[in-house]
């Protein structure tokens, strides 16, 4: 892969890393015995009915909301992860290199355009 994309995409792997913690910081703790794990904080409106039930309501969100973002911080951790060992870019079904177009777009992706076509 040309280095000058790779440069390129791994600044933008480590930029959505960096938005993806700080999305998970503003409404989760982080667990500090599992890296990349974060707990939707409870909020705590008051003691009214409707304010419990608005609490549970925006906890429940919450809770769906860290999941997926850390599904996306874990993608974008393994996406760096490869680019480190020097296997980024390889489509991990077929092993066919993976446009630079679709990487610069989706720099996520571990599976050719092809092959991403056949699992859905």
């Known amino acids: 892969m040309n280095k000058k994309i790779l440069k390129k ?22 667990n500090k015995n599992v890296e990349d794990d974060y ?5 705590q409106y008051g003691d009214h009915e409707d304010e419990n039930a608005a609490e549970v309501a925006d906890f429940e969100g ?18 760096l992860q490869m680019v480190k060992k020097g296997t980024y870019g390889k489509c991990r079904e077929c092993q ?8 610069l777009a989706f720099p996520t992706a571990t599976k050719c355009m092809d092959c991403k076509k056949k699992t859905l």
């Open 62 to 79: 919450d809770l769906y909301l860290e999941k997926t973002l850390e599904k996306s911080l874990k993608k974008v951790n393994e996406a």
């Open 96 to 103: 066919k290199i993976i446009p630079e177009k679709r990487l």
């Open 39 to 43: 707990n939707a904080k409870f909020p």
């Open 9 to 30: 995409v791994r600044e933008r792997l480590v930029e959505q890393k960096k938005e993806l913690i700080r999305e998970l910081e503003s409404f989760a703790d982080k």
